[in-house]
T-cell receptor
Framework: GDSVTQMEGPVTLSEEAFLTINCTYTATGYPSLFWYVQYPGEGLQLLLK???ADDKGSNKGFEATYRKETTSFHLEKGSVQVSDSAVYFC????????????WGAGTKLIIKP | EAQVTQNPRYLITVTGKKLTVTCSQN?????MSWYRQDPGLGLRQIYY???????DKGDVPEGYKVSRKEKRNFPLILESPSPNQTSLYFC????????????FGSGTRLTVV
């Protein structure tokens, strides 16, 4: 069945550092891919998405490109801030998941001033 | 404001005492879903609904009931809560999950003693 694998956390960076959080997926069809963010004590918010290969999703300085050849959707940001500290979840949706979301385990990001 | 509203935000109850967590969305979304989030176990889907009177089991439906009598409401019912249902619960809705992902509520923290 479908699955999503994220790099384990926590990931600790200094402010203004470059961020990459890896996400790879397994799917037999043509999934849509999502990144969600959960700030401490809050619900999940959709950060960005891509619905077909080579699409790039972007929001709030974060970017991710849907790479079908490497089955990846890595999250990147050029210069992180303390306020980016949160848990980031990668997810996919396709026909095999009955169009529901298959989630990665989440990656906790800690940004130090 | 477009949103998913869950109530209550916090609830402490005793084993066996029936409870309902309400969920309402004002976006005219067809899809609605309930998740629970537990440390080390990530996000797990309890039930989802694709339209009024159409519901389906997710990954962990045991001990829970749902109903979808109206498009906007999707209550989660625990007929006889047990301590292993202590968790953080999220309701979510979507116009179409593969295209848009889910929009989440703020969460309900349930403690069963």
């Amino acid at each position: 069945g479908d699955s999503v694998t994220q790099m384990e956390g926590p990931v600790t960076l200094s402010e203004e550092a470059f961020l990459t959080i890896n996400c790879t997926y397994t799917a037999t069809g043509y999934p849509s891919l999502f990144w969600y963010v959960q700030y401490p004590g809050e619900g999940l918010q959709l950060l960005l998405k891509a619905t077909k290969a080579d699409d790039k999703g972007s929001n709030k300085g974060f970017e991710a490109t849907y790479r079908k050849e490497t089955t990846s959707f890595h999250l990147e940001k050029g210069s992180v801030q303390v306020s980016d500290s949160a848990v980031y979840f990668c997810a996919l949706s396709d026909e095999d998941s009955n169009y529901q979301l298959i989630w990665g385990a989440g990656t906790k990001l800690i940004i130090k001033p | 404001e477009a949103q998913v509203t869950q109530n209550p935000r916090y609830l402490i109850t005793v084993t066996g005492k029936k409870l309902t967590v309400t969920c309402s969305q004002n976006m005219n979304h067809e899809y609605m879903s309930w998740y629970r989030q537990d440390p080390g176990l990530g996000l797990r889907q309890i039930y989802y609904s694709m339209n009024v009177e159409v519901t389906d089991k997710g990954d962990v439906p045991e001990g829970y009931k749902v109903s979808r009598k109206e498009k906007r409401n999707f209550p989660l019912i625990l007929e006889s809560p047990s301590p292993n249902q202590t968790s953080l619960y999220f309701c979510a809705s979507s116009l179409g999950v593969k295209a848009y992902g889910y929009t989440f509520g703020s969460g309900t923290r349930l403690t069963v003693v």
